[in-house]
Nanobody, 114 residues
Framework: QVQLEESGGGLVQTGGSLRLSCTVSGNFILAHLAWHRQTPGAQREVVAE???????IYTDSVKGRFTISRDSAQTTGYLEMNNLKPEDTAVYYC?????????WGKGTQVTVSS
């Protein structure tokens, strides 16, 4: 059974940093990795994506502050978040796709205090 598990969330002050991890258990790889976030009452939005060959895309609000990456085995994904702002507060989810199959993690809370 495949599972994705996020970790690394928490409470941080404005301007601080966090590194989120997305760890795969089971027979799956993060060929396509994406990080999404969601606040109460809002739609889930994609924050960053890393495509199969390493091409990355970021939503405008996080460009220059967030970096998406994965390990060479493609079983752990990361989201390095720097210069965090209160508006980054959300539950962050990782999404992985491989061979047409998709899995999501259950999310990790990130709270940025002003």
């Amino acid at each position: 059974q495949v599972q994705l598990e996020e970790s690394g969330g928490g409470l941080v002050q404005t301007g601080g940093s966090l590194r989120l991890s997305c760890t795969v258990s089971g027979n799956f790889i993060l060929a396509h990795l994406a990080w999404h976030r969601q606040t109460p009452g809002a739609q889930r939005e994609v924050v960053a994506e890393m495509h199969t060959y390493g091409y990355t895309i970021y939503t405008d609000s996080v460009k220059g502050r967030f970096t998406i990456s994965r390990d060479s085995a493609q079983t752990t994904g990361y989201l390095e978040m720097n210069n965090l702002k209160p508006e980054d507060t959300a539950v962050y989810y990782c999404q992985g796709r491989y061979n047409g199959v998709e899995y999501w993690g259950k999310g990790t809370q990130v709270t940025v205090s002003s």
